[in-house]
């Protein structure tokens, strides 16, 4: 039977569950992200979904500038997954500043404003 | 058969109105006070005008808002929205319901008043469902996002990028129609207030009012209006994402495919062009366009724009009229490429007239360098 939910959706019911489930194209093998009901390398709408190994790396980042009393600094990126495909995150545990490209990070769901929110830490090791 | 559009159109007005502070005027005030410059320009009437196109930054058809204001009732209308690149777009469009004869006289146009209204970009875009989250500063942190990776793959530094914002206030400084045009240093540019590492206020557009409006006819009854004529050779387009999350490579944007197919529709080489207009939203947006363009090569952008090597004397004459990082930027300054190049091609520009202009690039960006459009532009000497 065919899931109930649309494609952002069940992400989203991932994420909830404390999941990061990516869409992997049966067809053409590649993974991808946003969820859709194509996948953007062939076409195909044979998808299907497998749970992120949690490895990821800084593709690139900013920091966003903010009053102190606002809240202050903060980071912004874009995460590569090991599964090859890319988000927005943010990279939390160390300073905005220290966020480097390249450095590996760890990708778990945490919670932004009470919504549960893929985000990074430095890798261990 | 695209080589049959070159040389098709000419743009025989240009137009515009309200720059810096519109204090009291409306965007539709703006995009019309724009509109009827053009038309003086050209010696047209509003009741000439049969073809549209224009998008603006408020209402969900402000297409059909501007036909209403203007009073017209045009038979053919376009108000494709690709952001700050659209106006370069209708170049396209335009030429080709022209050609097809379903309008005789087009009007390109756009208007904002964002300055005077809440003196920030207005926009009417939702955040995007996978980045919101993060609460990434629209539309400075993708622009930063993509200097962040320029830098980390090539070399780029703070210094390349605060060099193009130099570049551009020096131009900006001999036209009496731009924004700013107190001197600028690097250092000051260095030391201006970070917003989003690594760009500083500095390496940020304006946000002013303003308007522009442009008339298009075919080539055919080009010579018959009191300026001289200048003709699209070549336009093309190309989008490669909308969020900035979906941008597949960060230092590389989709005006690599646009300016290819422009440049062969023209017919000429970058090495041909006497003066370039980008659509410069940020500093890096001069550099990531000048390579892809191909006026150096990918990873070579930093250097190029260096040491006052596209600033006034320099080796390639950039954004003349001072860009949107100087001159004016009203949310959306893609008309202001072509209007610049333009006036460059027929002599007068409002600062720094360049001599002997017969071939011109108006480039214009949209989104988060999501939409990129190449036009070529020339004189009667290129037909």
Redesign the interface.
């Known amino acids: 039977m065919e899931s109930a939910l649309g494609p952002?959706a069940k992400f989203r019911d991932g994420l909830s569950k404390g999941q990061i489930d990516i869409p992997r194209c049966e067809d053409c093998d590649k993974s991808h992200?946003?969820p859709r009901i194509n996948c953007p390398h062939c076409g195909s709408t044979t998808i299907s979904w497998h749970r992120a190994s949690g490895m990821g790396e800084v593709?690139?980042?900013?920091?966003?500038?903010r009053r102190p009393e606002s809240g202050g600094d903060?980071n912004?990126?874009?995460v590569e997954l090991a599964e090859g495909v890319?988000?927005?995150?943010?990279v939390d545990g160390i300073a905005p500043?220290d966020v480097k490209?390249?450095m590996p990070v760890a990708v778990f769901v945490g919670d932004?404003?009470g919504?549960p929110?893929v985000l990074c830490k430095p890798a261990e090791g | 058969m695209t080589d049959n559009m070159r040389g098709k159109s000419a743009i025989v007005g240009v137009g515009h109105a309200g720059f810096g502070e519109a204090h009291g005027f409306s965007a539709y005030d703006v995009m019309a006070q724009s509109a009827h410059a053009a038309l003086n320009d050209a010696g047209l009437k509003l009741s000439d005008v049969d073809g549209l196109f224009c998008t603006m930054m408020e209402d969900s058809m402000p297409a059909l808002m501007a036909a209403e204001y203007l009073g017209i009732q045009p038979r053919y209308i376009d108000g494709t929205m690709t952001g700050g690149s659209s106006f370069v777009n209708y170049l396209t469009s335009a030429t080709m319901a022209l050609e097809a004869g379903l309008c005789d006289v087009a009007l390109i146009c756009y208007g904002s008043n964002q300055r005077t209204a809440s003196g920030r970009l207005v926009t009417a875009s939702k955040l995007p469902?996978?980045?919101g989250?993060?609460?990434?500063?629209y539309p400075i942190?993708g622009y930063?996002?993509?200097a962040?990776?320029h830098m980390?793959e090539y070399g780029t530094t703070r210094e390349n990028l605060a060099d193009v914002a130099v570049a551009a206030r020096a131009w900006a400084s001999h036209n009496p129609e731009a924004f700013m045009r107190d001197p600028l240093t690097r250092e000051d540019v260095l030391s201006s207030?970070?917003?989003?590492?690594?760009l500083t206020k500095l390496d940020c557009c304006l946000v002013t009012d303003g308007g522009g409006a442009i008339i298009l006819v075919r080539a055919d009854r080009a010579k018959d209006f009191p300026n001289a004529p200048v003709y699209v050779l070549g336009s093309a387009a190309e989008s490669s994402h909308r969020q900035?999350?979906?941008m597949k490579d960060?230092t590389v944007t989709a005006a690599k495919g646009s300016g290819k197919r422009a440049f062969a529709m023209a017919d000429v080489t970058p090495a041909d062009i006497d003066v370039v207009e980008l659509y410069d939203a940020f500093t890096i947006n001069t550099i990531l366009f000048l390579e892809d363009l191909g006026f150096c090569k990918k990873g070579e952008g930093g250097a190029f724009v260096s040491e006052g090597r596209i600033a006034p004397g320099g080796a390639l004459a950039v954004n003349t009229n001072g860009g949107g990082l100087s001159c004016v930027h009203p949310g959306m300054y893609g008309i202001f490429t072509i209007i610049e190049a333009a006036r460059q091609i027929r002599g007068d520009a409002p600062g720094v007239q360049l001599k002997g202009v017969d071939l011109a690039v108006a480039h214009g960006n949209g989104g988060v360098l999501s939409s990129q459009v190449t036009a070529i532009l020339g004189s009667q000497n290129t037909v």
């Open positions: 952002d992200f946003f593709h690139t980042t900013t920091t966003v500038r903060y912004v990126c874009m890319r988000m927005m995150s943010r500043a490209i390249g932004i404003d919504n929110a | 469902p996978y980045e989250l993060y609460s990434p500063r942190s930063a996002l993509a962040a990776r980390y207030r970070m917003v989003g590492d690594p900035i999350s979906q960060f």
